[in-house]
């Protein structure tokens, strides 16, 4: 053989694969910047809890995003230079950090975060892991961040009192009960166990020698407060029973804390006032009071939420008037004249800023720059400085800074550059849609247009219902795992995200319009399906086409679409969804404040009413295939209606169902990998039920193994495409490869009393006795296969005749000593498949090598693999893999032994016989 020429040959073939890739790297690249994957969703940056220094020069702030690494959310400080722009990282070794805060000097900030788990083995590595937050002090410039408490308990909210100490909340230290029950490992819950609930106060901590002081003495727990200007005193709300949320029957009481001589003052006695988040005034003359009000007398399910304000000197509460029938949006930015509010509107929020003069306050709405998209505002001390996010649904969210002069936003600036990679992708046009809905109201959605939208087709459409019922789909960026919109517009549908009757943002009227009886899925439904109805008559819509899916409230909606018209919807995601609603009412930890609000009654007082209302008892009417979804410790909807809604499918057996549950995940999933999981198998569910492009997958194909590789190049070169894939030249014997062909007579190596050969015999050897065997360009050195055990022989004798020397296939006993040398570093399928195949394994990829080939398309160059042999002998190669090789039986007939390319190296595997295609041999001379 000549092998210069084979050499250049493989050169050849080598630089051709090796351009091959560097082409598929720009062509690819173009491709891909249109196209979003989970991760490109789920990996998503955000920046949030922004404090502006108190000479708003710098702010702090929390940038997030989902870590595969930890397979959760991480989170940490940075720092943005207002003035000359860019942030940089502040903390790095901790676990989730948050709120940060400014000191008043501005020289520090404090924040909290989750203390790191010691090394594995240090003592206190279990407490470390078991540790809540705890407040951290960060000194500027540079320094690094050091703890300030290492508290048993977790630490709640806190808040500088001066510029050396520092108010926080955090339940009392464990009392004799709690230790002695830890010490028996006894993690039994007793439900409502009002008392041994520990009560949640208020401490002073002092920065510099870390000495905690108690502040308040309650026996309640607190939940939200806050401290005047002037450090004296505390607004705070406290909760009085562990079932408020369950029943509402016993509110929450409101107290003014005087820090200085501890005395105690109840607020609203009498009056119907929640607090939410209370607010001091700059001047310290009183607090705002951020509550939700509601026309039900006893429950707060559907509400807005409206602004008050305590007056100190006269002890009277009075309204705020915002100037809206819709409320307010989040908690107010307190400036030295009032305040900023976001006040919702629909679909957008309102700006605006409020000026008190005397009892009233003067709204008026901001101007300038981004006004029209603003869902969050910061402000410096003075309310000059100010910082604020802006996005629409079409366009990814990022930060700026602006000076706020009146009611002016001017000269806003972009600080931050989150997810820099979106702007290589492909983004759906969004449109706001109007349509009249049930009662003959005006509804609002959030439209998401199919990509490369072309005027005058009618694509497919996805319902997607938000979660709550009390909350909104804004035209803000919203991509998550719950509802990933790009990819289904990426797929070519449309995706609707309906404000339905019972959605917040629209007014106390129209949230509560869904209570007190069947109204919670009479209106949305008609809403959605009347939406729908607009889309198609607009000639956007494709009528036959159509799906939906959602999350919690999203889901039951959803699940009730495909109820109320099965033949429209024709496949359905549900996303911890209810179907049953008697014992909704009892496993909810808001169950029966919730249900019978919106029901309006419990299920004891009508348990046929709840019947009615129950999905479960109509699955027969379902007709599209449904996958659904519940992590198993959720408390907001049970993991047991998952089960009900699966097996009712299950047991009518009339569409395809299916039910993924989530391990330890509460009603929102946590866990990275459960959120991919979760993603992938909705796509997957939607591409073969509904678009009807379901690419075939097989469980044991790893991605990025070297079988995976080789189809990809295979099915890029037969496309005429390009992929990024350079096999590089495996270490081993190739010199000794080479060689081999160098000759037609094999090389032989000692090994006891045999000489046996160094190499399997190759194909241009074996064409060298037998000219009608083929051999493909390029593959001379590659073992000869599929070579039957009779021509074997013949082989043997024909060499045996050409060189007066005795050449014979090994016995049986001769062949299983020396099978599997090789250690396992061999040419087998576990080599392909990137991993130890079991046989199950083993059978599933049997159709990907066919794909790629066949079994002879594993076979690689004989000696490209590391050899073996013990101390003082000379390597030998391919024991163990590549072409399973012929040996004599004792009755004379042959049987192919040893590893091969096409079967794992467990023995376990031993039944699977090796493919012709993957047999060849290796002689002995005597």
């Known amino acids: 053989m000549k092998t210069r020429g084979l050499f250049l040959f493989l050169i050849i073939m080598f630089l051709a694969a090796a351009g091959l890739a560097a082409a598929a790297a720009g062509a690819d690249s173009s491709a891909s910047r249109k196209s979003w994957t989970p991760d490109d969703i789920l990996l998503a940056e955000s920046a949030s809890q922004w404090a502006v220094s108190p000479d708003g020069q710098w702010a702090v702030w929390v940038k997030s995003r989902m870590d595969k690494k930890k397979n959760g959310q991480a989170a940490e400080l940075f720092l943005a230079n207002l003035a000359a722009g860019g942030s940089v990282p502040l903390t790095r070794s901790l676990e989730n950090c948050s ?95 009002d008392a041994h609930e520990p009560p949640v106060r208020l401490f002073k901590l002092a920065v510099k020698d870390k000495k905690v002081t108690l502040l308040t003495g309650n026996s309640d727990v607190i939940l939200q407060w806050h401290v005047s200007p002037d450090g004296r005193r505390a607004a705070a709300v406290h909760r009085q029973t562990l079932t408020y949320d369950w029943d509402q029957k016993v509110p929450p009481r409101s107290y003014l804390h005087d820090l200085v001589s501890g005395e105690t003052q109840e607020l609203f006695a009498g009056e119907r006032i929640v607090p939410a988040a209370f607010k001091w005034a700059a001047d310290g003359s009183g607090f705002y009071v951020v509550a939700p009000r509601s026309s039900h007398p006893v429950f707060l399910q559907a509400y807005v939420v409206l602004l008050h304000f305590y007056d100190l000197k006269t002890g009277s509460l009075f309204p705020v008037e915002l100037g809206t029938d819709n409320g307010l949006w989040g908690e107010p930015e307190i400036t030295p004249d009032g305040f900023v509010a976001l006040l919702p509107a629909g679909v957008r929020l309102v700006p605006a800023r409020y000026v008190k003069s005397g009892p009233v306050w003067k709204r008026t709405d901001l101007t300038g720059d981004h006004v029209g998209g603003i869902f969050d505002i910061a402000l410096d001390r003075a309310g000059k400085t100010a910082v604020y996010v802006h996005s629409t649904a079409s366009r990814p969210e990022q930060w700026f800074r602006a000076r706020l002069d009146g009611a002016r936003l001017r000269n806003g600036v972009r600080i931050t550059d989150l997810n820099s990679g979106f702007k290589d992708k492909m983004i ?47 035209d803000a960026w919203d991509e998550s795992y719950f509802y990933p919109q790009q990819l289904l517009c990426q797929r070519g549908a449309f995706v609707l995200k309906p404000n339905y009757h019972g959605s917040s943002n629209y007014g106390l009227p129209f949230a509560e319009s869904i209570s007190g009886g069947s109204r919670y899925y009479d209106l949305p439904v008609e809403d959605i399906e009347k939406g729908v109805e607009a889309l198609i008559s ?30 429209r919807y024709k496949v359905l995601g549900a996303g911890a969804g209810d179907v049953e609603w008697v014992s909704d009412w009892a496993n909810v930890d808001f169950g029966h ?31 599209a295939p449904t996958i659904i979804f519940f992590g198993t410790e959720d408390r907001n909807v049970p993991t047991g209606q998952g089960w009900s809604h699966y097996r009712a499918l299950f047991h009518l057996d009339r569409v395809p169902v299916k039910f993924l549950l989530f391990p330890g995940e509460p009603h929102g999933l946590r866990k990275y990998a459960h959120q991919r999981r979760k993603v992938d198998e909705e796509m997957a569910w939607f591409d073969r039920y509904f678009f009807k492009t379901e690419k075939e997958t097989n469980e044991a194909l790893l991605s990025g193994s070297p ?69 493909p360009p390029g593959t001379e050195n590659h073992p000869a296969n599929g070579v039957p055990f009779e021509k074997a022989e013949a082989y043997a004798e024909w060499l045996s005749e050409l060189t007066g020397q005795a050449w014979r296939l090994p016995t049986e006993a001769e062949a299983a000593k020396l099978a599997g040398g090789g250690g396992g570093d061999e040419n087998t399928l576990d080599r392909w498949a990137g991993y130890a195949l079991n046989p199950d394994d083993a059978r599933r990829l049997e159709p990907k090598i066919k794909e790629l080939g066949g079994p002879a398309a594993l076979l690689k160059e004989v000696g490209s693999f590391k050899g073996s042999g013990g101390e003082g002998e000379e390597i030998v190669y391919d024991l163990g893999g590549n072409v399973a090789e012929w040996a004599v039986a004792r009755d004379g007939s042959g049987e192919a032994l040893g590893g091969s390319a096409d079967r794992p190296a467990d023995p376990k595997a031993g039944s699977i016989s090796p493919a012709p295609e993957c047999v060849g041999l290796r002689l002995v001379k005597e």
């Open 99 to 193: 709120a940060p805060a400014w000191s008043p000097d501005g020289r520090r900030i404090a924040f909290l975060a989750k203390r790191p788990a010691e090394k594995e083995g240090e003592a206190d590595a279990d407490e470390a892991r078991e540790s809540g937050p705890q407040l951290w002090l960060l000194g500027l410039p540079g320094g690094e961040p050091a703890p300030l408490t290492e508290s048993a308990r977790d630490i709640g909210r806190f808040q500088w009192l001066d510029d050396d100490t520092l108010v926080f909340s955090a339940k009392e230290s464990p009392s004799l009960f709690e230790r002695e029950q830890k010490k028996r490992k006894d993690g039994t819950v007793v439900v409502d166990d």
């Open 428 to 474: 759906a046009r969004t449109e706001i849609v109007r349509w009249t809905g049930a009662l003959d109201e005006e509804v609002e959605g959030v439209l998401y247009y199919p990509h490369g939208y072309e005027e005058g087709r009618r694509y497919p459409l996805f319902v997607a219902p938000h979660g709550g019922p009390l909350a909104a789909d804004l």
């Open 707 to 775: 079988l995976d590789r080789a189809l990809r190049l295979k099915e890029a070169v037969r496309s005429g495409g390009r992929y990024g894939v350079v096999f590089k030249p495996q270490a081993g014997g190739s010199a000794g490869a080479a060689a081999a062909a160098e000759t037609l007579i094999p090389e032989t190596v000692k090994r006891g009393r045999l000489e046996i050969g160094r190499f399997e015999v190759t194909r241009a050897q074996f064409a060298a006795f037998d000219p009608e065997y083929a051999v």
């Open 538 to 567: 607009r000639g956007l819509v494709d009528p036959e086409r159509i799906g939906a899916f959602g999350w919690s409230n999203g889901s039951i909606l959803s699940i009730a679409l495909c109820l109320a018209n099965p033949d």
């Open 593 to 623: 404040a919730f249900d019978t609000y919106y029901f309006g009654k419990s299920p004891l007082e009508d348990p046929d009413h709840y019947v009615r209302l129950s999905p479960f008892f109509k699955m027969d009417r379902i007709k």
